[in-house]
């Protein structure tokens, strides 16, 4: 006889066994609400976390804008690349400014791709991912480190540009 994990009285009675969470594996902290009968706490948090997002935004925008252009000023361009540049975004202004601006950019998104492209192929060898989801997924972060690339690095070089 099966002893139960919990048991929530909620007009029916449901109990529920510890081999029934084999079913939840990854657990999400929602799904623990939803156990839980919290639907409205869940709603409630959604809610409040997208309005602190949308308030939020102007400033993270705003910050988004200065630290590459802080970092520029900061950097000297015909200096020589060095290892510890590549953490920052010295290292992207650097190379923008020797090769050009596209092909840095090819690096750049070519790098990431290749990066979280050997996380996501090593979790669908596991059996963790399909490799359907691993190639979309690398495609789409090879293409959004692109447009990242070029909103930052592009935009701070022309404004930098620009100032002088």
């Known amino acids: 006889m099966?002893?139960?994990?919990?048991?929530r009285a909620c007009g029916a009675r449901i109990q529920i066994y510890a081999d029934s969470f084999t079913y939840l594996t990854p657990p999400s902290f929602g799904l623990i609400f939803v156990i839980l009968n919290q639907f409205i706490l869940v709603l409630v948090l959604f809610v409040a976390i997208g309005i602190l997002s949308?308030?939020?935004?102007?400033?993270?925008?705003k910050a988004m804008r200065q630290e590459p252009l802080?970092?520029?000023?900061?950097?000297?361009?015909?200096?020589?690349?060095r290892g510890r540049d590549l953490l920052t975004w010295k290292a992207w202004f650097k190379?923008?400014?020797?090769?050009?601006?596209?092909?840095?950019m090819?690096?750049?998104?070519?790098?990431?791709?290749?990066g979280i492209g050997a996380i996501l192929f090593t979790l669908?060898?596991?059996g963790t991912i399909s490799i359907a989801w691993a190639t979309g997924?690398?495609?789409?972060?090879g293409i959004g480190s692109a447009i990242f690339f070029h909103r930052q690095i592009g935009k701070a070089?022309?404004?930098?540009?620009?100032?002088?």
Not at 137 to 141: A, C, D, E, L, S
Request: hydrophobic share 45%.
């Open 137 to 141: 997924y690398t495609i789409i972060v």
């Open 2 to 7: 099966k002893t139960p994990l919990f048991t």
């Open 124 to 126: 669908s060898i596991l």
């Open 106 to 114: 090819c690096f750049y998104s070519l790098l990431n791709m290749g």
């Open 54 to 61: 949308v308030v939020g935004l102007p400033k993270i925008i």
């Open 157 to 164: 070089l022309e404004r930098n540009s620009l100032e002088h």
């Open 95 to 104: 190379l923008a400014s020797r090769w050009s601006i596209r092909k840095t």
């Open 70 to 81: 802080k970092e520029l000023q900061e950097t000297d361009l015909s200096a020589p690349l």
